[in-house]
């Protein structure tokens, strides 16, 4: 079976990878030509632990290969994965048009069965949609299969979640589509799951939704701990041992950021809205979600007063450690909050970087931890790159112009901090 993967982003680039690893010849398709160059020379546009090496491996196997060449890349391969990005639009609807497209492409240039499938997450009711618009654009009505098979990878660990998933989830509606599906992981071993294609696209939605749902929850648990004085951490350690509620994702903090949980809540939450039904413990979760920078802002400001002229550094940029992504991260609204009120910033993140955007100019990026911290009156810690937690935080005292440090992902232990010398105020964890 040779697979073509429509898409190089990184979803895209995963799924290609991975298919490779087991076994089968697979084509990357983009129309970014200078993506598709650095790809055949074994250069990934993104970061993500151990894929690059994987790649090269690959290309020089020539098990995969990269092509801007639509209408050979779909004549030459009859599975083709779409792996193209589906952006919020300003009302939190999903952007289908790069959908739309490849849709269009594939209709066009088909010349024999194809079977379609959807990796990239999308609305309920695209696999229709896409059947639609790939009969409508096709000049010879040859056969094919639409199909949605979610990908539920996470940045960081995607090529072991992509490798190990934890289920395989196949929306189809042909016998023959979920036959060739389920051999090409006959090699898995995790629940197969097959169903509709409606079931499919809601089920990737719902997860994600779930996921965020569990964060917002202990982040508003986080503030009553404040208040009682209990940690949090604590409190999520015993909840997590019920297995009906399990320990992942009740790591109280700033917020969960990153290219998928804000993007789906909100798309989620509209299409209940556009079916005269609605979410509203969706749409709290989103205001948790918006409002947690700002908890922890409130308590820097509490402690130094006014902000204005206040040297912060912040420590951490990316959405999450091991990543470079910087999508709707929840250090991007502490930055712009700190900018509002006139504070100098200084940031050190190991990977991660600003964009060039005139809204960032005022922030010192530096490339040593200790230059970020230098002369600084507060520390504020928004991702959990490991090296923050081996922080020598007695010499800091000594670079720090005030010993004020705030945890916005609870790493740090406050008595040790405090023993240290620090004022420290963590989320929900404090004692
Ligand atoms: C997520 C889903 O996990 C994955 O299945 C899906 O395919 C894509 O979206 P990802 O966005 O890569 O993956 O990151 P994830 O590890 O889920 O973290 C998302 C955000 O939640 C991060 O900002 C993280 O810091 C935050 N988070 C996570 C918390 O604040 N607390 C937690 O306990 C867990």
């Not at 609807?93 to 269009?104: G, H, L």
């Not at 991702?383 to 922080?391: A, R, S």
């Amino acid at each position: 079976m040779n697979i073509l993967v429509i898409g190089t982003g990184y979803v895209g680039s995963t799924t290609a990878m991975v298919f490779a690893e087991l076994g089968w010849k697979v084509t990357g398709l983009d129309t970014d030509k200078h993506k598709i160059q650095q790809l055949e020379q074994g250069v990934l546009h993104f970061y993500e632990p151990g894929l690059e090496d994987m790649l090269r491996k690959h290309v020089q196997s020539g098990q995969i290969q990269f092509t801007t060449n639509k209408d050979k890349a779909i004549r030459d391969n009859d599975l083709i994965f779409i792996c193209v990005g589906t952006p919020s639009r300003a009302d939190g609807s999903a952007d289908m048009r790069y959908v739309k497209q490849v849709a269009e492409d594939i209709g066009q240039k088909m010349n024999g069965y194809k079977l379609v499938v959807t990796k990239s997450t999308v609305p309920v009711g695209t696999q229709e949609q896409i059947t639609a618009w790939i009969a409508a654009a096709q000049e010879q009505a040859y056969p094919f299969d639409v199909a949605s098979n979610p990908e539920f990878l996470r940045e960081g660990k995607a090529v072991a979640d992509a490798l190990n998933p934890d289920r395989i989830i196949i929306g189809s509606n042909s016998k023959r589509a979920a036959h060739v599906l389920q051999s090409l992981y006959q090699s898995a071993k995790c629940p197969v799951v097959i169903t509709t294609p409606r079931t499919a696209e809601l089920i990737k939605y719902a997860s994600n939704a779930f996921l965020a749902t569990k964060i917002s929850f202990v982040n508003e648990l986080a503030r009553l701990c404040d208040v009682l004085d209990v940690n949090v951490k604590e409190v999520s350690f015993g909840m997590g041992l019920d297995p009906r509620i399990g320990p992942s994702f009740l790591q109280a903090g700033i917020g969960y950021g990153g290219s998928c949980f804000p993007k789906d809540v909100s798309a989620l939450i509209l299409t209940a809205k556009q079916n005269s039904t609605e979410l509203s413990v969706l749409e709290k979760v989103v205001q948790v979600n918006q409002t947690q920078h700002a908890y922890l802002i409130n308590k820097v400001r509490e402690r130094l007063g006014s902000l204005a002229n206040q040297k912060i550094a912040v420590l951490g940029l990316a959405f999450k450690p091991d990543t470079d992504d910087i999508r709707e991260a929840p250090a991007l609204r502490v930055i712009e909050s700190l900018l509002n009120e006139q504070a100098h910033v200084t940031l050190y993140d190991p990977v991660a970087s600003l964009p060039a955007d005139a809204a960032y100019k005022a922030v010192t990026e530096c490339s040593k931890l200790e230059e970020a911290l230098q002369a600084a009156d507060a520390v504020i810690l928004c991702t959990e790159w490991p090296i923050f937690k081996n922080i020598d935080w007695g010499h800091m005292k000594l670079v720090m112009s005030q010993p004020n440090v705030f945890d916005g992902r609870n790493i740090l232990d406050p008595r040790d901090m405090r023993a240290n010398g620090y004022y420290y105020q963590g989320i929900g964890h404090n004692g």
